[in-house]
């Protein structure tokens, strides 16, 4: 098993940058293809970007297309969402992923056996 556990959610203005990470603990991050899921409120959950085993292979929703950056660092056990330009149509919680039987990401949420907790993201306009 993997455990996931994400981090550098807040509040910020229409505009502004964060970055989130997601640390994977118990069995190596080069395991898993990866992604990035957010629950905005009311709403079902959505894709958001996933990556391959090798980071080499990347895979965004039309959304934050060309605003958010996904990557990572297996050797350190750690995912990244770089977002810039947020707007406020991007207030939700974000979740991180772990697919265990593939080198590819997927949008599809039902590929992913494993799942963090979550981190909150606010964007005030």
């Known amino acids: 098993q993997v455990q996931l556990r994400e981090s550098g959610g807040g509040s910020v203005q229409a505009g502004g940058s964060l970055r989130l990470s997601c640390a994977a603990s118990?069995?190596?991050?080069?395991?898993?293809?990866m992604g990035w899921f957010r629950q905005p409120p009311g709403k079902e959950r959505e894709f958001v970007a996933h990556?391959?085993?090798?980071?080499?292979?990347?895979q965004y929703a039309d959304s934050v297309k060309g605003r958010f950056t996904i990557s990572r660092d297996n050797l350190k056990g750690t995912m990244f969402l770089q977002m810039n330009s947020l707007k406020s149509e991007d207030t939700a919680t974000y979740y991180c992923?772990?697919?265990?039987?593939?080198?590819?990401?997927?949008?599809?949420?039902?590929?992913?056996?494993?799942w963090g907790q979550g981190t909150q993201v606010t964007i005030s306009s």
């Open positions: 992923a772990a697919n265990e039987h593939a080198q590819y990401g997927s949008s599809w949420q039902e590929a992913y056996g494993y």
């Open positions: 118990g069995r190596a991050l080069g395991a898993f293809a």
């Open positions: 990556i391959s085993v090798s980071g080499a292979n990347v």
